[in-house]
T-cell receptor, first 111, second 111 residues
Framework: NAGVTQTPKFQVLKTGQSMTLQCAQD?????MSWYRQDPGMGLRLIHY???????DQGEVPNGYNVSRSTTEDFPLRLLSAAPSQTSVYFC??????????FGSGTRLTVV | RKEVEQDPGPFNVPEGATVAFNCTYS??????FFWYRQDCRKEPKLLMS???SGNEDGRFTAQLNRASQYISLLIRDSKLSDSATYLC????????????FGSGTRLLVRP
């Protein structure tokens, strides 16, 4: 049972490049979400999904897209990377009303 | 007003000390409460759920006061390994899925 798996662990992008951060869970959780965490700050919700085919915006969605074609996968796409998107990105999943299980994070630097 | 508020600390205590963190939340209808622990540059991990009657897990005790809308975490006999950031977590106003994370309280336990 792997839990929540995020790839890659580290990534450096040039301004304007696009990329996809992968997140997969094997716990059959309905809910999945993406957060970013900047140095010394709390978690900020980017996008979330309550099930396959259903996604919604969090508090900081601009510059990011998501899709949820299966229960297991919830990729996060950066459309045109900007230095302001340099951050640590965490994916999390849960059952309804349950606690979250987090992935180990992706450390992204945009130069 | 933030939905979940915590004193950012840091709390700097000697080994063996007892330390308490408080957290206030704004949604009186919240039903799910948790404490998470986050080590530096790592993902948040569930420390314990918080139940209405209060609950204990070894050296850790969590209390919920619904009337005053605050949650507390008590750590007894602090260990060096308890040094981390402790996140107060409450389910959000608009969904039982969405958990709202406080910004965290940093604990430093010194020898």
């Amino acid at each position: 049972n792997a839990g929540v798996t995020q790839t890659p662990k580290f990534q450096v992008l040039k301004t304007g490049q696009s990329m996809t951060l992968q997140c997969a869970q094997d716990m059959n959780h309905e809910y999945m979400s993406w957060y970013r965490q900047d140095p010394g700050m709390g978690l900020r919700l980017i996008h979330y999904s309550v099930g396959a085919g259903i996604t919604d915006q969090g508090e900081v969605p601009n510059g990011y897209n998501v899709s949820r074609s299966t229960t297991e996968d919830f990729p996060l796409r950066l459309l045109s990377a900007a230095p302001s998107q340099t951050s640590v990105y965490f994916c999390a999943s849960s059952y309804v009303g349950g606690d979250y299980t987090f992935g180990s994070g992706t450390r992204l630097t945009v130069v | 007003r933030k939905e979940v508020e915590q004193d950012p600390g840091p709390f700097n205590v000697p080994e063996g000390a007892t330390v308490a963190f408080n957290c206030t939340y704004s949604n009186s209808a919240s039903q799910s409460f948790f404490w998470y622990r986050q080590d530096c540059r790592k993902e948040p991990k569930l420390l314990m759920s918080v139940y209405s009657s209060g609950n204990e897990d070894g050296r850790f005790t969590a209390q919920l006061n619904r009337a005053s809308q605050y949650i507390s975490l008590l750590i007894r006999d602090s260990k060096l390994s308890d040094s981390a950031t402790y996140l107060c977590v409450v389910n959000g106003m608009d969904s039982s899925y969405k958990l709202i994370f406080g910004s965290g309280t940093r604990l430093l336990v010194r020898p």
